[in-house]
Every structure is written in structure tokens, then in C-alpha cells.
């Protein structure tokens, strides 16, 4: 009656007889008095969220109250009072209403499932509003015309974006769909660093307010924070209320998105639908033969895309199958064959015009066009001769088709064939890719040279080829994208070549600013900006490719293997950023800094000649040390326990920066005229901004478990900033102290009297600690 054979019942029976009576009802009462409690527990948390939120009160009580009693009935059904003297097998069934237990346990799963839904539509309305608000408060900041309304504006903004960061970053796994958290994480990658760069552009903005292509560089990365806003609101709202998954499975096969689809997702669709074609007609033949086994064609449907095909079969009620109409199901069958030849056409004129893209490609050798184009027609072929195979003869050789010369096997090697000489096309193209990424890079650094030089003719005479470079490797990137295995794979290659072709030239423009306006500091840091993201880019896009190609010449064998090798490789690219199961790179503290490497190797050079007197070194290496506990803490180790502990250290982390910011402003006077002096100002003019946005965070007072997450992740980040300024200040400070043969020991006369507060610092921070944690930090 309710799907359970007759054996299994006789099995659980014996089972029964020989367990004793009273530990039998006992467990059966605490299995109902434990389901009761947490579903009570469940409800209550139901019931405080629809307290806050009035909309779905009424619902959200609703379903507690079925929910409740739903709970309360299996309890009572559950609790049965042993029978003392007489024999438990003759009396199981009339304890145990199986019935009613199935039709209680149907409405609580009924209730509780309605109930996620409506928390499901609190998150989305709080992340959407949480959009809004941001958008609302990025236009306020866009329409500013003095710096006073800009500095409040950007405070509203920045606390906005805070909100939006922690609730798109709590939701991230939320998402069924792999595309839509590849897309979210994107989105998030993207906006972190465009609005890193967007107070520089900004306030560049405001000093040059009567400069053309000042204002174009700040707009675009206006453009891009609003762009990453949306695709959020795409991806949260679609992930929701997509319409398209209450669709009929017919509707939804027949209306795929092949217009954003890669190539690798475009043959994997025609690959599924002739193995559905397949599927059908085994079970067509199982029919004819008299051999109902309905198991067998289902387990073939093993992939998301065909599960609701299982309505294809009907079967009983008992589990076993039935036979169906031969007439109706041919005539169905015919039906398919129909779809599936539309289907099919349509699917491969996609893919054919998906082609284009590796002939059209300039950067693709004259062999691999010619060889690319004599696959497709050889594709075309084998498609036409399917697909005349499957029509022919449908009712009466049907079976004939299937076992004679199979032309679905001659399709399936030739997208095979082409999908090989695609990869070989791309990865032929791989080492001109990385070469043309160093020669970017290159340039860049050159930009800020020719620029400050006042080199105008060199400067325009580079800038062609780095954007030469760009569009080989924008080529390239999308290139990546359709032989991408994977769609998180497919879509951080999209999205990093989109920001790479938009950002690219504003590095250029922001070069052509700081030569218009080469003694402004507002434009050297709105260069420094534009060149830090496109560094972030390069590197992203180089990983991103090393982790396409890793994946496509993987085995099923060894794939394990290949993929712990390809994360390896990201950890020592990345060092220190742990890697999450989908491959995708935790967000590091970033308190290791960007120039870790130059400081290293200054260090290295001065760690025999300088003496204890040399307070730079000094006071970075503790500082170094205290921003090494800072980042134990986010990972659960460190002498720091609690966020007051964090947020204690963060205000001596502020007060020794303070400290070294006046030993380097007494070694900069001993340093020439010169452009090096100039920039060791613009770079040490810098310091007092972060200090000052460190403590403002620290002091700010927050109540809640939320605010208080928000709070830590702030102060997280801007001791990133500074310590990334004071890396930088610090190499140059070395680069200058070795040009100029300076002292760099005994420049501290006027500041003993701050060498008494250095304890603060040692009491979360000890000598040991500084020592040792310097090493790994610096």
C-alpha cells in the first residue's frame, strides 16, 4: 500500500519479535519527543523574523501554527505505552497508525518547507534593499561638487557598501546554480577593487574638475561599481524568482540560452540530447520486447537537465513498471524525433557561429583556421546524416537504427575531434598570452616614468602597444572562455576580460593626467590606483588561464590529483590565500602587502650594516608583527581571543604608524631635491589619511553580533591599506638611503620622547612575537 513490499515487512517483523516490548516504545516516544523539540526550536526562530519584518508576519504564523501541530501529532502518535504480558507482534500494527504518522510527517515537511520560503524572501528583499540604498547613495556621491559634501557622501557609501559586502558575502553558497556564485563572486571581486580606486578618482575629479579626460577616468569607474551592483541584483533576483524553472521540462529544453553559452556548454547540450533520443528508444525497445525495465532507462538520467523526463515512463504505484500504448508511444517518439532534429540544427548553428570566433581571431595561426573550418564541415556532415538516419523508417526500424551503423557515434567523435583542435588552437597561443601580460606590465611602469618626464611623444608611441597587448589578450581570455570545462571557470574569465578591455586604457588615461598635471600628488595616487587594478587584473587572468588549461588536459583518472596540483600552484601565486571547495580564493586579510618583496629584499641588504638605532627598520618590523597577529585572528589562532583584543591591537597598530610617520618625515629632510624625494613625499603624505580612517573605524561604536562582524572586517581592511603604504614608504626610504649613501641610524634626536610608548604595543605584542612573526609577515 505504501510502496513496501511484502518481504521487507515480514523482515522487519522478525526483527521486531525479538527486541524487547518496552525498549521498542521508548524508542518510538523519543524519537516523536525529540522531532517535537526541534521543530518547536525551528518555529521560534520562524516566528522572532516574522516579529521584524511585518510583511510576512501573517504567513510566517500561519505555517508555524500547521507546522506546530504537525510536530505535536507525530509526538502523540509516537508515544505508545508498553503492553505488560502480552507479545508485541500481535499487537504492532494497531499501535503503530502508519498512516497517520506518513499523512503528519507530509504537513510538516509541507509547513517547514513553506516557512524556508518565506525566509528565503526576507534575504532577498534585505539584499535587494541593501542594492538600492548603495545605488542611491553612489549618485548622491557622483553629483558632489566640494570636497566637504563629497567626504559625507562617501561616509554614507562607504557604510552602504559595508552592508551590501556583508550580506552578498553571508549569502554567497546560497545559490543553486554554480554560474550564479561564480557570477556573485565576480561581482564582489569587481566592486572590492573598483571602489578601491574610487576615492582617487574622485578626488582627482574634484582638484581637476575643468579636465575632459580627468572626468572620463572617474566616470568609468563609476560605470563599473554600478555595473557589478546590477549584475547582484540580476543574480539574487533571478536565483529567486526565475520563472523559467516552473516551466515545463519541454519549454525549458526548447528555449536554451545558447547566445550565452561557451562552446564546451554548447556541445555538452547536443551531447545530452542525443543521449536522451538514445535513452528513449532503449526503453522503446525494452517495451517491444516485453522486458519492462523501467529501472534501467532511468539510471541512464543520471544528469539535472533530463531528470523530468522520467514522466516518459509511467509506472505503478507498487514501483514496478507497466506497459505502455505501442501506438501512442511511437507516435510520441516520432514527436521527439521532430524536437530533436530542431533542437539539433539549432544547437549546432550556435556552436558553428561560436566558431567564428577562434577563425575570426587574428592571433590564431593560418593551419589551425584551416584546420578548425574542415572540423566544422566535417561536424555538418555527420549532423546531416543523423539526423536523416532518425527520421527514416521511424515505427519499423527503429531498433535497426540503434544497432546497425551507428551515425550517432560518428557525430559524437567528430565534436570531439573539433573540441581537440579548438584546445590546440588556444593553448598554441598561451605562451605569446603570458608574454604579452610581462610586456604590459612593463609598460605600465614606464607610463609613470615617460609621464612625470614630460615624454608625451614616447608615452603616446607606447601606449599603442599596450593596447596591442590589451586586445591580444582580451582575444585570448575569450578564447578561454568557450574551452573552459567549467561555467565558474567560464565566468571569471568573462568577467575579468570585460574589466581588463574597460580598465585597460583608463591606466592610459590616468598616465596623460599625471603629464598634464605632473607635480599634482592627486594624480600620481589616481595613477597608482588605475595601475594597482590593472596588476590585479593581469594577475587574476594569468591564474584563470593556468586553471582552464590544468582542467582540460586532466583526466577522470587523475582529475583529483590535477585539481590539488592546480591549487598548490594558486597558494604560491597567492601566498597565504587559502583556496574554498569550489576553487574559488578565500579573501586574504591582505595584510601581507603588496611590496612584501621589495621590503624583503631591503631588509635583507641592511640586516648586517644597520644598527639597533635604526628606527625605520625598527618600528616596520613591529608593525609588521602586530598586522601578522591581527591576521592570525581571522583565521582563529593568535594571542588575540576576542574582537576587543582586535580592535586594542588595531589602535597601537595606528599609534606606532604614527610613530614611524615621524621618523621617515625626519629622514626625508636629509634626502636632495630630486624626483625621488618627490615621490617619498607623495607616498608618506599618504599615512596620516589611513591612520586617521583606522582609528575613526576603531572608535566607532557598534551594538550586535552583525555590527560587530562588520566592524572587525573594516578594521581588517584598512590596517591592509596602511600597511601596504607603509611597505611602500619604507622600500623607498631604503631605495633613496642607497642612492644618497644617507645614515640611516641616529635620525631620531627629537623623538626619544616617544620611545616610552612602545610598550603599549609589546602588550599584545611581545619581543618574541615581533621577532618571529616579522619574518612571515615581511
Not at 506518513?102 to 535587494?128: E, Q
Not at 507516435?331 to 533542437?343: I, N, V
Not at 583542435?421 to 605562451?431: C, D, G, K, R, W
Not at 582609528?695 to 601596504?724: W, Y
Request: proline fraction near 2%; include cysteine; charge should be neutral.
Amino acid at each position: 500500500m505504501y510502496g513496501i513490499s511484502q518481504s521487507t515487512v515480514n523482515n522487519q517483523r522478525f526483527r521486531v519479535r525479538d527486541m524487547d516490548n518496552e525498549q521498542i516504545m521508548s524508542t518510538f516516544g523519543n524519537i516523536g519527543h525529540l522531532l517535537n523539540i526541534a521543530v518547536e526550536r525551528f518555529i521560534t526562530i520562524g516566528e522572532i523574523i516574522a516579529e521584524e519584518n511585518i510583511d510576512i508576519k501573517g504567513d510566517m504564523y500561519e505555517a508555524a501554527k500547521e507546522a506546530r501541530d504537525a510536530g505535536k501529532s507525530i509526538e502523540r502518535l509516537c508515544d505508545v505505552s508498553p503492553l505488560g504480558g502480552m507479545e508485541l507482534r500481535h499487537h504492532i500494527e494497531p499501535l503503530k497508525d502508519y498512516g497517520a504518522i506518513s499523512l503528519a510527517a507530509r504537513s510538516l515537511l509541507s509547513s517547514v518547507t513553506r516557512i524556508l520560503l518565506l525566509v528565503d524572501i526576507i534575504v532577498v528583499k534585505k539584499l535587494l534593499t541593501a542594492k538600492k540604498r548603495a545605488s542611491e547613495s553612489l549618485e548622491k556621491l557622483e553629483s558632489v561638487m566640494n570636497f566637504t559634501e563629497f567626504v559625507r557622501a562617501f561616509s554614507v557609501f562607504g557604510t552602504e557598501m559595508i552592508e551590501l559586502a556583508y550580506l552578498t558575502g553571508h549569502h554567497r553558497n546560497s545559490f543553486k546554480e554554480e554560474r550564479r556564485r561564480a557570477q556573485m563572486y565576480s561581482a564582489r571581486q569587481i566592486l572590492e577593487k573598483s571602489i578601491a580606486i574610487l576615492l582617487t578618482s574622485s578626488k582627482n575629479s574634484l582638484i581637476h574638475s575643468d579636465c575632459v579626460i580627468v572626468k572620463e577616468n572617474r566616470d568609468t569607474v563609476f560605470c563599473q561599481i554600478r555595473r557589478a551592483m546590477d549584475l547582484i541584483h540580476f543574480v539574487v533576483k533571478d536565483s529567486i524568482f526565475d520563472s523559467a524553472k516552473h516551466m515545463p521540462f519541454d519549454k525549458q529544453a526548447s528555449n536554451p540560452n545558447y547566445e550565452n553559452e561557451s562552446i564546451y556548454t554548447t556541445i555538452k547540450r547536443i551531447v545530452n540530447l542525443i543521449k536522451r533520443y538514445k535513452y528513449q528508444m532503449s526503453y522503446y525497445e525494452s517495451n517491444n520486447e516485453g522486458n519492462n525495465n523501467s529501472d534501467a532507462y532511468f539510471n541512464f538520467l543520471d544528469d539535472d537537465l533530463w531528470k523530468s523526463e522520467k514522466n516518459l515512463a509511467p509506472t505503478s504505484a507498487g514501483g514496478g513498471g507497466r506497459m505502455v500504448n505501442n501506438t501512442n508511444f511511437r507516435k510520441h517518439l516520432s514527436s521527439e524525433s521532430m524536437d530533436l532534429r530542431e533542437e539539433l540544427s539549432v544547437a549546432f548553428e550556435k556552436l558553428f557561429e561560436k566558431a567564428h570566433d577562434f577563425t575570426d581571431s587574428p592571433y590564431i595561426s593560418h593551419n589551425h583556421r584551416k584546420n578548425i573550418l574542415s572540423y566544422c564541415d566535417n561536424c555538418k556532415l555527420e549532423l546531416d546524416l543523423y539526423l536523416n538516419t532518425i527520421m527514416k523508417d521511424q515505427h519499423e526500424s527503429a531498433g535497426v537504427q540503434l544497432k546497425g551503423r551507428d551515425p550517432e557515434l560518428g557525430m559524437l567523435s567528430s565534436l570531439e575531434e573539433l573540441c581537440k583542435q579548438l584546445v590546440i588552437s588556444v593553448s598554441s597561443q598561451i605562451e605569446d598570452f603570458n608574454e604579452s601580460l610581462k610586456i604590459c606590465s612593463k609598460l605600465v611602469k614606464s607610463f609613470h616614468v615617460l609621464a612625470t618626464n614630460y615624454d608625451i611623444d614616447n608615452l603616446n608611441q607606447r601606449s599603442t602597444k599596450f593596447h596591442d597587448c590589451c586586445d591580444h589578450i582580451f582575444d585570448i581570455c575569450k578564447l578561454l572562455q568557450h574551452i573552459a570545462p567549467t561555467e565558474r571557470l567560464q565566468v571569471q574569465a568573462k568577467c575579468l576580460a570585460i574589466n581588463l578591455r574597460i580598465y585597460g586604457p583608463q591606466v592610459f588615461i590616468a598616465a596623460k593626467i599625471l603629464w598634464k598635471y605632473s607635480n599634482s600628488s592627486a594624480a600620481n595616487e589616481n595613477f597608482e590606483s588605475f595601475s594597482d587594478m590593472w596588476k590585479w587584473l593581469t594577475n587574476e587572468i594569468s591564474m584563470i588561464a593556468k586553471k582552464i588549461l590544468v582542467s582540460i588536459n586532466t583526466t577522470k583518472n587523475d582529475r583529483e590529483a590535477e585539481t590539488e596540483k592546480c591549487e598548490s600552484t594558486d597558494k604560491l601565486t597567492k601566498s597565504g590565500v587559502p583556496a574554498t571547495e569550489d576553487g574559488e580564493m578565500v579573501e586574504y586579510s591582505g595584510l601581507e602587502g603588496k611590496n612584501n618583496g621589495d621590503l624583503n629584499t631591503y631588509q635583507s641588504k641592511w640586516s648586517e650594516d644597520l644598527s639597533d638605532d635604526n628606527d625605520i627598520l625598527k618600528r616596520a618590523k613591529n608593525m609588521s608583527a602586530m598586522a601578522f597577529l591581527m591576521y592570525q585572528f581571522t583565521k582563529g589562532n593568535g594571542s588575540l581571543r576576542t574582537t576587543q583584543d582586535l580592535f586594542t591591537q588595531a589602535e597601537y597598530f595606528a599609534e606606532e604608524a604614527n610613530r614611524l610617520y615621524k621618523v621617515l618625515r625626519h629622514f626625508s629632510y636629509q634626502v636632495p631635491a630630486s624626483d625621488n624625494k618627490k615621490d617619498l613625499l607623495n607616498i608618506l603624505d599618504r599615512v596620516p589619511t589611513f591612520v586617521q580612517a583606522l582609528q575613526f573605524t576603531v572608535k566607532d561604536h557598534t551594538v550586535g553580533k552583525a555590527a560587530t562582524f562588520v566592524k572587525v572586517d573594516h578594521v581588517i581592511r584598512e590596517t591592509k591599506n596602511l600597511m601596504n603604504v607603509i611597505n611602500k614608504v619604507v622600500s623607498k626610504c631604503f631605495e633613496c638611503a642607497t642612492k644618497y649613501k644617507l645614515n640611516l641610524t641616529g635620525i631620531t634626536g627629537g623623538l626619544t620622547s616617544e620611545r616610552s610608548n612602545e610598550n603599549m604595543a609589546g602588550g599584545m605584542c611581545d619581543s618574541k612575537g615581533t621577532t618571529s612573526s616579522s619574518e612571515g609577515s615581511m
